[in-house]
């Protein structure tokens, strides 16, 4: 079995950020507040998050700010939800949480909350459990989850649960291990684990494994390595994650990535990106790999960070 | 509105066109020093510019409308070219049937993209039950191409629901699954139709003849997943049925018998037990016939023998095989 090559994924972030006029790039620049929070974070977990310059991200991420405390993709672009999250995590990962306005940022997503207790992703009402995980972790890591009605937005969650104990995007919705992730992480944090049936959607889940030891997301789909994080974090938060061939995922991961120019791909001798380095990483942590910081499987965050967030905070109240 | 005669045209920079001169664009705003620099194809830079420019402005005219398809054929993911498009269809009110030829256009090229699946379902509310047939040939087109397209199948759940055409559903999951019996989402259609059709009478109308159609499914397949979990999932929440119900254990049995893919039979053998279930001899005999237990393990009862042979002959799934095994010890 091969090793990570940590350094050479290491230098192919930092050499995304510098591509020029690859398909990539030109596809990217909308969603550049996720690709920042795939790359930084999965610097953080290799321990080189220092090597980036903190002040000019936080002032690109301020920029990205809309009046309504949403974030854009990018500067000039419409707010979302889905880059409001990856907004405030990636000044999770800075420590720089302080430069917000919290009753702003709260306030948008707030407002995205709908009367079934569902969340919208923007103005224009797109619903999906998604958009529930992204509203309750966003809330969450900025201390205002009591800014919604948890108990709705719970219960919409858990009405999307189908036959095989498994989540979709809405009610009726094919169970996806992606939406899984999200119904799974969002009950995690709202500390509702119970309304799952951990042993059969374990089953489901520990399913997915195939015999190359790689994981899908779905019934009869190829393995791809974003559900490494996306089975694996959930396994883990249901406390089944002893039921996979740990050893057999590990091997899969290391066989997708390019061992000369650095990254991860979806499947073995695939053109690698950040989105699936950052997934074979973060999957590589979960399987406590060595050298590699863990990662918080609800928030997806260091689990530094995330003490210094939650823990950090408890200390400084008593004081 | 993008013919295929426009998309041979060699293109035109705005501005060579005579029609853009009054406006002055404006370039992206990385910020100082940019964590991600990025260099765009010229074509790609200066339509982003015009855009940028218009968006600005407000500006909700024709050549606007224009513009947003010029820049949506470049990159369909932008999120905002496609939100500031439904401003302007919605401020010219614009004709809606074109437009869903437009994001047909689009799907043409890459259909797994959100922003083209919301924009599509914004026209289908505006248009109502008028849209109903267009959308579900719509998603009936995609899902020719890819039976498991999960926009597609959500768009198509969310017209049925919304506008109606529960109709010809529950043939069109024939018609899938005829095609490819392993189309777990074809099962989950087929489930989400049989549950919440308004014309079927719900689960309990729907059971006996679901249960002889998955049966017939499962002895013809008996390594599909999803064929299984549909059939438990058709003794919702009635646990004491399905125990009861002759067809699901003689199911179990008929695979057991073939000794081949049996795996998902044993495993439902062995739920059955854990609810209740008293096997016959039968049972027993076909367990057996799968393989030679551990010495330790002859004459133990029914359900560890289950497990001693899952965890043969799915390793990859050993640890949890073990814990069935310890929990019906457990139980005891």
Known sequence: ?319 | MASSDEENRQWIPFQQRPEWSDVTPIAQDDGPNPVVPIAYKDNFVETMDYFRALYQADERSPRALGLTTEAILLNPGNYTVWHFRRLILDALGADLHRELDFTETIANGNSKNYQLWHHRRWIAEKLGTNATSKELEFTKKILSLDAKHYHAWSHRQWVLEALGGWENELYYCDELLEEDIFNNSAWNQRYFVITRSPILGGLKAMRASEVNYTVKAIVAYPENESSWRYLRGLYKDDDHMWVNDPQVSSVCSKVLSAKHNFVFALSTLLDLMCHGFQPSQEFRDAVDALGTPDSDERGSDLATTVCSVLERVDPIRVNYWRWRKSKLFQAV
């Not at chain 1, 690709?35 to 903190?54: E, F, N, P, Q, S």
């Not at chain 1, 942590?285 to 210094?308: F, H, Q, T």
Request: charged share 25%.
């Open chain 1, 1 to 319: 079995m091969g090793e990570l090559a940590a350094e050479k994924h290491v230098q192919y972030i930092l050499s995304v950020e510098k591509k020029k006029d690859s398909f990539e790039s030109v596809v990217m620049e909308h969603l550049r507040m996720n690709g920042a929070y795939w790359g930084l974070t999965t610097l953080d977990l290799l321990g080189k998050l220092h090597t980036v310059d903190v002040d000019q991200i936080v002032s690109w991420i301020i920029k990205c700010q809309h009046d309504s405390g949403g974030f854009g993709g990018n500067i000039g672009h419409d707010p979302h939800i889905l880059y409001t999250l990856s907004a405030v995590q990636v000044l999770a990962l800075f420590d720089k949480l302080d430069v917000l306005d919290i009753e702003k940022v709260s306030n948008y997503v707030v407002g995205l909350q709908n009367e079934d207790g569902s969340f919208s992703g923007d103005m224009w009402g797109e619903v999906d459990t998604r958009f529930s995980y992204i509203a309750i972790c966003c809330l969450s890591l900025i201390h205002r989850l009591d800014k919604i009605n948890v108990e709705k937005a719970v219960n919409y969650i858990v009405s999307c649960k189908n036959l095989d104990g498994g989540f979709g995007c809405t009610p009726g919705g094919e169970s996806h291990a992606g939406q899984i992730f999200c119904c799974v992480g969002a009950l995690a944090i709202t500390g509702s684990l119970h309304r799952i049936d951990k042993d059969l959607l374990g089953w489901w889940l520990c399913e997915r494994q195939v015999k190359n030891g790689g994981l899908n997301g779905r019934p009869e789909k190829l393995p791809d390595v974003c559900y490494s994080w996306w089975v694996l974090s959930s396994l883990i938060m249901i406390d089944r994650v002893h039921w996979i061939d740990k050893r057999k995922l590990v091997k899969f991961i290391l066989d997708c990535q390019d061992m000369e120019n650095g990254g991860i791909s979806d499947r073995p001798d695939d053109a690698v990106d950040v989105y699936h380095t950052y997934f074979g990483v973060a999957g590589l942590s979960l399987l406590e790999y060595p050298g590699l910081k863990a990662i918080d499987p609800a928030y997806a965050l260091p689990v530094d960070v995330v003490n210094r967030m939650f823990i950090g905070r408890k200390l400084k109240k008593e004081f």
